[in-house]
Nanobody
Framework: QVQLAESGGGLVQTGGSLRLSCVAS????????MAWFRQAPGKEREFVAA????????YYKDSVKDRFTISKDNARTTVTLQMNNLKPEDTAVYYC??????????????????WGQGTQVTVSS
């Protein structure tokens, strides 16, 4: 069973930056998608960004697409999320996920079979 480990969360002021990393214990295949979701207190888990290995494309939640960048390493074991111009509404636990969703469903959390433990991101105003 593949395992995912996130790192890089922390406390930052509004307008600051953080870089999250997700390391998988197994190499991703071309059928995999690796994604980031987040969950704020009292809210449902929501899609943030995804990287599809079969077409090497990135996908974003509308509210982050001009501020966040998802990328992969050449070994296909690590996905990073560079977060710039952070806002208080970005505060949440961020989770890395891996699965094989079809394109139309890659924003759905239930399409991912493997999850990391989460890392806290707090943006102060």
């Amino acid at each position: 069973q593949v395992q995912l480990a996130e790192s890089g969360g922390g406390l930052v002021q509004t307008g600051g930056s953080l870089r999250l990393s997700c390391v998988a214990s197994e190499v991703a295949s071309s059928s995999h998608t690796m994604a980031w979701f987040r969950q704020a207190p009292g809210k449902e888990r929501e899609f943030v960004a995804a990287f599809r290995f079969n077409n090497l494309n990135a996908y974003y939640k509308d509210s982050v697409k001009d501020r966040f960048t998802i990328s992969k390493d050449n070994a296909r074991t690590t996905v990073t999320l560079q977060m710039n111009n952070l806002k208080p509404e970005d505060t949440a636990v961020y989770y890395c996920a891996r699965g094989r969703p079809i394109l139309s469903a890659l924003r759905r959390a239930d399409m991912y079979s493997t999850w990391g433990q989460g890392t806290q991101v707090t943006v102060s105003s």
